[in-house]
């Protein structure tokens, strides 16, 4: 049953082919035997089985909602009520919300099951799930080569791609769902800005933060965003906008569709394989009677640096409340600025404190026109890029991730070196586009590769249309095969 998908699961339960019950202990019990992969930081055993219980009673007497009975991943930055939410970070490594995340509260009205908080990069900050105070995580492809899962949202994708949950939630500042779910050979979603609400998401980047969804299928995809999108009014950034039936656009024909191939994402060194599975993805979508046409967005190589500039900013900003004064980790100290200074000493890790450092230096009187009141500047002409771009092409096509996933041993030390894993997905976020990553195909050392679909704001019924089709056709190995 693991196996499944979630809309087979879905569909499942409501055939009474099995029970909730049944199918949250097999994925709890698959869990417990893979500890190895550290995909989860806190499970909830007895809760998941109490939750399963009452969706086999609503199934049982036709009340089934939305998502009855169907056991999912929570990232743990998604505040839950009376269950412990760390951010990946010592300095909430005690901390049990007393209210629900508008996402989570969505899911639990849908009728859905949550096994757990999985594991993430602390505070969201990384791009290999190996920052996470709780231990880094392990990609189930290839288990055996200690392959990263991607970050931030690296427990998510590893949860799914290792079934131990049907589907799972993730946040997406700069390809935090994109990137893990290409190198774990899944569908990451990372909605418009807005979309989604953002009340009750522990933050990072506020302007760039933005909850998605990371699941085995496109369909899936569809079906798990259609439950936690729309406007929220505890949330001013969420937009007030009709959520279309996304389930109703899998796998329709995208005849007389135009697909962008932005040049400026060919970049130096980019592999072989990334080259070949770029041209596949091509190929398919104009033999689905797409037409596939060449486009410029002149300023997304200035994405990165923009990106690295505000997503710093924003996070010293967000993460000033942690001083051991009003929640979280507390460290001693002879005077008040001490116990300050000791406790963001001890309760951060170092990408955080690097980021912080970065992110209150752009903010320094010297230097905040010169560098972030800049970055604002170059993100307004990234924007207009794709808004001039989108009157020529329906999405563009371009691939989530430079590489292939590579192993903790081959894990960059340059932090540099490792932000340039985001470069082809920070540039959705800073316009606000949605933006979808679907697994197809693998490298020469048959290590997933993903391609990723960037469609204009709130048009994710495209992403899923097209996403359909790729996926189709794609021929990627099954994930019945892992673990």
């Known amino acids: 049953m693991y196996k499944l998908s979630l ?19 097999c994925f709890l019990d698959r869990i417990d035997r893979y500890k ?38 929570i990232k743990d930055l998604f505040v839950t009520k009376g269950i412990r939410t760390t951010s990946g970070s010592k300095m909430l490594e005690n901390f049990i919300p007393p209210y629900e995340s508008t996402v989570t509260q969505k899911l639990i009205d849908a009728g859905s099951v949550f096994l757990g908080k999985t594991n993430m990069d602390e505070f969201a900050m990384g791009s290999s799930n190996s920052t996470s105070y709780y231990g880094k995580v392990l990609n189930p492809w290839k ?46 979603l990372k909605p418009t800005y807005g979309r989604c609400s953002r009340f009750g998401m522990i933050a990072m980047a506020s302007s760039l933060d933005q909850a998605g969804v990371l699941t085995k299928t496109v369909q899936d995809s569809a079906a798990f965003l259609k439950v936690i999108a729309g406007y929220d009014e505890k949330d001013s950034t969420s937009v007030k906008k009709e959520v279309p039936d996304y389930e109703s656009f899998v796998k329709k024909s995208i005849k007389g569709m135009k697909i962008g191939i932005p040049k400026e994402f060919r970049v130096n ?45 924003e996070a010293s900003a967000n993460l000033a409340r942690y001083d051991g004064v009003r929640y979280g980790f507390r460290a001693s100290g002879k005077t008040l600025d001490e116990m300050y200074e000791n406790t963001r000493e001890q309760g951060f ?13 752009v903010l320094s009187a010297g230097y905040f026109d010169a560098y972030y009141m800049k970055a604002l500047k170059v993100q307004k002409l990234i924007r207009q890029n794709f808004h001039d771009v989108f009157e020529k092409v329906d999405a563009l096509l371009t691939p989530t991730t430079p590489t292939s996933a590579f192993s903790l041993e081959n894990e960059p030390k340059d932090p540099v070196t490792m932000y340039l894993n ?19 195909g693998l490298d020469s050392e048959e290590k997933p590769l993903g391609l990723q679909l960037i469609a ?7 992403l899923i249309q097209i996403g359909s089709i790729l996926e189709l056709n794609a021929n990627f190995p099954t994930l019945k095969e892992i673990l």
């Open 7 to 25: 809309c087979e699961i879905r569909d499942g339960l409501l055939k009474k082919e099995f029970s909730s019950v049944e199918i949250t202990k």
């Open 36 to 73: 190895n992969i550290n995909a989860y930081i806190t499970i909830c055993h007895e809760q998941a089985i109490k939750s399963a219980e009452e969706s086999d009673k609503r199934i049982s007497s036709g009340d089934a909602r939305t998502m009855e009975g169907i056991p999912i991943g």
């Open 143 to 188: 288990i055996q080569e200690k392959l990263v899962p991607g970050g931030s949202s690296g427990g998510s994708a590893a949860a799914v791609a290792g079934h131990l949950c049907a589907a799972a939630t993730g946040s997406d500042t700069g390809g935090s769902i994109r990137q893990p779910a290409a190198f774990t050979g899944i569908v990451g």
């Open 269 to 313: 060194g980019m592999s072989e394989d990334i080259e070949k599975c770029w041209r596949k993805g091509a190929n398919i979508l104009k033999e689905a009677g797409a037409e596939v046409i060449d486009v410029s967005l002149p300023y997304a190589k200035y994405a990165l640096p923009v990106y690295y500039i505000i997503q710093p900013a």
């Open 349 to 361: 890790g170092d990408e955080v404190k690097r980021r912080i450092m970065i992110g209150t230096y």
């Open 422 to 440: 985001d470069i082809f997905t920070v540039t959705a976020n800073i316009a606000g586009v949605p933006g979808m990553s679907v697994p197809m």
């Open 456 to 462: 204009p704001h709130f048009r994710e019924d495209l």
